[in-house]
């Protein structure tokens, strides 16, 4: 399948800005760091740009942006952990099948039997006349089929429009449709293709859902990937602009009272009140049964050996990451709505403050193009209404409101790599 020439337009930025964000970035990298020898890497950086109209990071660079990319990510609550974040150094991987094989190998690094290690995969580069070689348009590497049927829809509703762009480029779906199909990724090429990527099921490691005290509840059959992989979102830094899936350990929160609880997702509200025997008379059935549903994810994870987090614990290490940041003499930004999400109270240390709302550079971005074939627009390359970029996190799931997801990296540290 081929989209429109519109695949072909030009980055973002005019690219006469390119050597005052190089130099503005190299500048902002040496005196966070207090490295010597800006005057002679900016040398360096110039010459390479009025040789060939680009220039090439080194891994410390770009490892430096990809972490201070989370840092700088106002809608994640797990920051604290940003220097651990594994950077995979993949540019020069150009192909469709070479792509594929580093996704899997993402999924195989981060998923690390169970204790979910924060990991990005940076890709090709865009240039100021072409996308990059390979960009992932699937928001996520582990992603539901929706199927629609007379009663409804089967699978995740948020997924309508991805499974019909995958059916619509020649993938055929299981012989028995179910509520849990992983679906194949989906990549663009810069000359206007788009791709199936076998997402092969042996690197998506999924934890079925049960509670403790209601083994009803395994009954239901949900499921959910361990590992949440941000996979159509862009690393900006320094004039340049890079695919770069990135992964970190789910908050409960998102899993139960988000994607399982929602009524435009999977809907299990009703099924788990009605199994509790919470009758109509009861104001709080609904968060009786969204913390028992809370209660059955933590376990299921837990038991199953698999890494995450709750809301609490993060906002703890929230407090904590804005304390460094402050001591450090660094502007903590922050969207509020999205650090103090369902079930987080007052009595959560995130609650009580406000941060600023501007976006420092590094940072992630969703790729436009990417949102608009999967928030279902009929004409690929269509870009995004106004209400859209606003409800698009900068580290998180790209997904329109009310469909979003509080995704971003929250990992225990394990060090890093250059993969």
Not at 186 to 208: F, K, M, R, S
């Amino acid at each position: 399948m081929t989209a429109p020439s519109t695949v072909r337009r030009r980055a973002d930025m005019p690219h006469d800005q390119l050597p005052n964000q190089a130099h503005a970035f190299l500048r902002q990298r040496h005196d966070e760091l207090e490295l010597p020898g800006l005057a002679r890497r900016w040398r360096e950086v110039r010459a390479q740009i009025c040789a060939t109209g680009t220039w090439r990071p080194t891994y410390d660079e770009l490892a430096y942006a990809a972490r201070v990319a989370w840092r700088n990510s106002g809608r994640c609550i797990g920051r604290l952990r940003w220097p651990s974040l594994i950077v995979r150094d993949r540019r020069q991987i150009s192909t469709l099948h070479d792509v594929g094989r580093e996704l899997a190998a993402h999924l195989d690094e981060a998923t690390n039997d169970g204790r979910i290690r924060s990991v990005i995969t940076v890709l090709a580069p865009a240039t100021h006349t072409s996308p990059p070689p390979v960009r992932i348009i699937s928001p996520q590497l582990a992603r539901y089929a929706a199927w629609p049927s007379r009663d409804g829809v089967l699978g995740d509703p948020a997924n309508l429009a991805l499974t019909r762009l995958a059916t619509d480029l020649g993938w055929p779906g299981p012989a028995r449709r179910g509520p849990f199909d992983i679906l194949p990724w989906i990549a663009a090429t810069n000359d206007g293709g788009l791709h199936l990527l076998p997402a092969d099921p042996a690197h998506i490691l999924e934890v079925p859902i049960q509670h403790p005290d209601h083994p009803w509840i395994a009954d239901l059959g949900l499921r959910w990937p361990a590992v949440p992989v941000i996979s159509n979102m862009a690393l900006h830094f320094g004039g340049l602009q890079f695919p770069a899936p990135f992964s970190g350990t789910f908050m409960a929160s998102e899993i139960a009272t988000r994607n399982l609880a929602d009524e435009h997702r999977y809907h299990q509200l009703p099924a788990i009140i009605a199994g509790l025997g919470l009758g109509n008379r009861d104001r709080l059935r609904t968060d009786k049964a969204l913390l028992t549903l809370h209660e059955a994810v933590l376990h299921s994870f837990e038991s199953a050996g698999v890494s995450i987090t709750d809301h609490h614990r993060e906002s703890r290490a929230f407090a904590r990451f804005v304390q460094h940041e402050e001591a450090a003499g660094r502007v903590v930004v922050g969207d509020w709505s999205w650090l103090n999400s369902y079930p987080m109270t007052p009595q959560d240390p995130s609650w009580s403050r406000y941060y600023s709302t501007r976006q420092p550079t590094p940072a992630f971005h969703p790729d436009p193009y990417c949102l608009a074939l999967t928030a279902g627009h009929p004409t690929p390359g269509h870009e995004p209404s106004s209400r859209q970029h606003a409800d698009v996190p900068p580290a998180a799931a790209a997904l329109p409101n009310p469909t979003r997801e509080d995704t971003c990296p929250r990992a225990h540290p394990h060090g890093h790599t250059d993969g």
